[in-house]
T-cell receptor, first 114, second 114 residues
């Protein structure tokens, strides 16, 4: 295990379609985060899991977005009825439970909604 | 609400020059301050993490300082190299109910020319 992995790396979809992204964190990292990054901006926090519990959701996460982390391992982020404004890089990060540790980021999934 | 600002937005320097990147944040109640590097189309790589009780951290040619009272952090890069060309992001970490999250600046895009 060399780091956080995300799949797919790129996704092109048509407006109105549903998409699902997967994130595999570093083994034994209890915390998992999702961020969204648009061109020329820094990443923005979307949601956070500690083990399987989703502890916080940003107001950026509309009702069309849902995230899960079954069994506290990998996580999925689903976007229903995609809109052109959803086009962005979706980044996943993980960190250990103890404080003072950095978050380790995956390579991201770039989504383009046509 | 925490807001993070980075100046300058872009910087171009000749190889070998020493340079300083600036980051400011509005809420001094941070858990830590982190600097990341992002190459085009890629995820983030952690460079330095400064705990709220610390004043600076060093790694190789990189030195980051933190002044919580003034809401500022700087990243100093010594003897810059073309391989340092990337976008540099600072992020303030705050503790939320049950977890923590990063608030990012918009980044400084650095180009080091031969």
């Amino acid at each position: 295990d060399t780091g956080v992995s995300q799949d797919p790396r790129h996704k092109i979809t048509k407006r109105g379609q549903n998409v699902t992204f997967r994130c595999d964190p570093i083994s034994e990292h209890n915390r998992l985060y999702w961020y969204r990054q648009t061109l020329g901006q820094g990443p923005e926090f979307l949601t956070y899991f500690q083990n399987e519990a989703q502890l916080e959701k940003s107001r950026l996460l509309s009702d069309r977005f849902s995230a899960e982390r079954p069994k506290g391992s990998f996580s999925t982020l689903e976007i229903q009825r995609t809109e052109q404004g959803d086009s962005a890089m979706y980044l996943c990060a993980s960190s250990p439970l103890q404080g003072g540790e950095t978050q380790y980021f995956g390579p991201g999934t770039r989504l383009l909604v046509l | 609400k925490q807001e993070v600002t980075q100046i300058p937005a872009a910087l171009s320097v000749p190889e070998g020059e020493n340079l300083v990147l600036n980051c400011s944040f509005t809420d001094s109640a941070i858990y830590n301050l982190q600097w990341f590097r992002q190459d085009p189309g890629k995820g983030l790589t952690s460079l330095l993490l400064i705990q709220s009780s610390q004043r600076e951290q060093t790694s190789g040619r990189l030195n980051a300082s933190l002044d919580k009272s003034s809401g500022r952090s700087t990243l100093y890069i010594a003897a810059s190299q073309p391989g340092d060309s990337a976008t540099y992001l600072c992020a303030a970490e705050i503790l939320t109910g049950g977890g923590n999250k990063l608030t990012f600046g918009t980044g400084t895009q650095l180009k080091v020319e031969l």
